[in-house]
Each structure stands twice: as structure tokens, then as C-alpha cells.
């Protein structure tokens, strides 16, 4: 298992936001996180890249936890937050090369890697702008690109699909799905239902910062009695329960 989640509480205070959460990513596998804002979705990203420490419960990546080795296990995620966060003295060039840095790549496998996703994405000419002169979607697409320039164990992706259009949406999945060959981990939120259902292999419904249902399609139509549900049918259920 790339990322075990087990019996993590916790939050922002005293009073914890995810209670007892337990979940994993196996290797090779894309698993949706699904629920409603303020489910706990963020706040449990949080944790896992160690923005937030645990209450209680412990996290592993790759069998690393942030305590024994904290560059190990940060080297071992790739993280494209649901907000791009770009510096706005710093090119897109200087900006990727920030992240080698921060990576410990080799430029010139990186830039290798760089010149197929900075096409891609439609960003190839545009190295030497200034984040000001970016729309909300080429950020997200320099956030993506920062990512998957890395061989991480660990994708994480929060909320991918946003500002980005069609193409770059189909761009994102392709991506992803190389990823997931290589036997990459991949937890991905989204309130893109359809697109979840088509290209996860399981998922993890947050309600009120506990796990309601984890598993496969076919394992929450179990859970929920509903034997040809969608996973949208299952989450209207599930946010319908008292």
C-alpha cells in the first residue's frame, strides 16, 4: 500500500474534524475522495501531506512516515492543491525550477519530462511570464505540471478539474492514468462525480469527518442497497441520511 490512513483524529484546534479516519491507496490504483464541503476532504489532505499534525492515528506513504524521515516522505507526494499558489516575482520557468529544487530532479531529465507536459498544457511559450498574466486554468495547469514532472509514489489532487477546460481536463486523466501504469498511488477529490465513477478504481465517502462507505462501485452499492447506482446516486444518498 502506497498511503495508509489509520484511525487518524484531528483538525485546526482542540476540537478535531476527522474522527477516527481509516483508508488507503494501494499502489497502482486511483481512489476518489468524495463529500460535501466541510466533509473533511481538505482537512484530511492536510494531514497527509503534513500541513496538519494528527491527534491521534498515523499516516504512511510508501511505508514512510513524516517523523522517521519528513524529507523522504514529503519527496515521495506530489501534491496539485485545489488553489494554484504561485509567487508572483517568479517566471513559470523559475517557478518549475523552484520545484526541481525543492525535488532534488535532475534538470535535464526534468526539463525532458517538462517539454511534452508544458505542450500539452499550451504553456511551452510562455516560460517567461509572470503568474499576473495567467488565468485561474493555466495556473492550475502549471500547478499539474509541477507534479507530474516528479516520479512521486503518491499523487494527490484536490479538486483537479477546476478552471480547467475540456481538453485540458482529458490532458489531466491521461496524465493520470500514466501515473497509475507505473504503479504511482493516486487520491484524487473531486465533486466531478461522472468523472470519478469512469476513472477511479475505489473511493472514500467523508461525512462529517468519518468515513461513511469505502470500496469499489459495485461495494458502495452494496453499502447503500442501491444495486445499480451511480456513484452520484450514492452520494445524493448519502448526504439525504439523518
Known amino acids: 500500500m ?3 490512513v489509520t484511525n487518524v483524529s484531528g483538525g485546526y484546534g482542540r476540537v478535531p474534524v ?3 479516519v481509516t483508508f488507503s491507496v494501494p499502489d497502482g490504483q486511483v481512489v476518489g475522495l468524495i463529500g460535501l464541503n466541510g466533509a ?5 489532505i492536510k494531514h497527509i501531506i503534513g500541513l496538519l499534525q494528527p491527534q491521534t492515528g498515523t499516516i504512511t506513504v510508501d511505508g514512510l512516515t513524516l517523523a522517521s524521515d519528513a524529507n523522504a516522505y514529503r519527496g515521495s507526494i506530489a501534491y496539485v492543491p485545489e488553489t494554484p499558489v504561485l509567487y ?4 513559470l520557468r523559475e517557478h518549475l525550477e ?8 535532475d534538470q535535464q531529465q526534468a526539463w525532458h519530462k517538462l517539454d511534452r507536459l508544458l505542450a500539452m498544457f499550451r504553456l511551452d511559450n510562455k ?3 509572470f503568474p499576473d498574466n495567467f488565468s485561474k486554468g493555466m495556473k492550475q495547469k502549471v500547478m499539474i505540471a509541477s507534479a507530474f ?4 509514489q503518491l499523487f494527490i489532487i484536490d479538486e483537479p478539474f477546476t478552471g480547467l477546460d475540456p481538453v485540458a481536463v482529458h490532458d489531466l486523466i491521461t496524465l493520470v492514468n500514466e501515473q497509475k501504469a507505473r504503479g ?30 469505502q470500496g469499489s462501485l459495485s461495494a458502495l452499492r452494496d453499502e447503500f442497497n442501491l444495486p445499480n447506482a451511480s456513484l452520484d446516486d450514492i452520494y445524493m444518498a448519502m448526504t439525504q441520511e439523518v
Open 2 to 4: 502506497s498511503l495508509e
Open 127 to 129: 516560460l517567461d511570464w
Open 184 to 213: 504511482a498511488a493516486v487520491l484524487m477529490s473531486t465533486h466531478v462525480l461522472a468523472t470519478a465513477q469512469e476513472y477511479a478504481d475505489g473511493f472514500v465517502l467523508l461525512r462529517d469527518g468519518q468515513v461513511r462507505a
Open 88 to 91: 508572483p516575482e517568479l517566471t
Open 40 to 44: 473533511g476532504k481538505s482537512t484530511t
Open 149 to 152: 514532472m516528479t516520479d512521486a
Open 18 to 20: 476527522l474522527h477516527d
Open 98 to 105: 523552484l520545484a526541481m529544487m525543492a525535488y532534488g530532479l
